[in-house]
């Protein structure tokens, strides 16, 4: 892109403000859900390095990683499809993470994914437990 000496190029601060304040409100609204049913939740947004999780839960000594996507629409698919190979990767280091740290015998662990969807002021919430395994 050019631009001109005295003109800035165009700055996206307020976009990336806005996404990630989005993202956080699909993910207190997937922690309720949670919560509602009958999870206990353990951390929100635990970061390792530069990696985070978006929630983990508890019930009945099963620990959940659950990576939350939220959408305004279904344009680009279906939010729990955008949990791709890479992201996979990233969250099964995070979640090593914090088995390392805060992990007890006797706990099993998986993967799940959460869908939030806000279309004309309703919400849809798809959890997909176990969405997937890192072999």
Request: charged share 30%; hydrophobic share 40%; net charge positive.
């Amino acid at each position: 892109m050019v631009t001109h000496p005295l003109r800035r190029a165009p700055t996206f601060a307020s976009v990336t403000k806005a996404t990630n304040q989005f993202g956080e409100l699909g993910e207190r609204i997937a922690a309720r859900w949670l919560e509602k049913s009958g999870w206990k939740i353990l951390a929100r947004r635990y970061r390792s390095g530069r990696r985070d999780i978006d929630v983990v839960a508890e019930r009945d000594g099963l620990i959940a990683f659950v990576e939350v996507k939220a959408r305004t629409g279904s344009a680009f698919g279906s939010p729990v499809e955008a949990v791709h190979r890479r992201k996979q990767r990233e969250l099964s280091k995070s979640a090593q993470s914090w088995i390392d740290r805060h992990g007890r015998s006797g706990e099993s662990y998986r993967f799940d994914v959460m869908g939030v969807l806000l279309k004309e002021k309703r919400v849809f919430v798809r959890h997909v437990a176990g969405a997937f395994q890192i072999n």
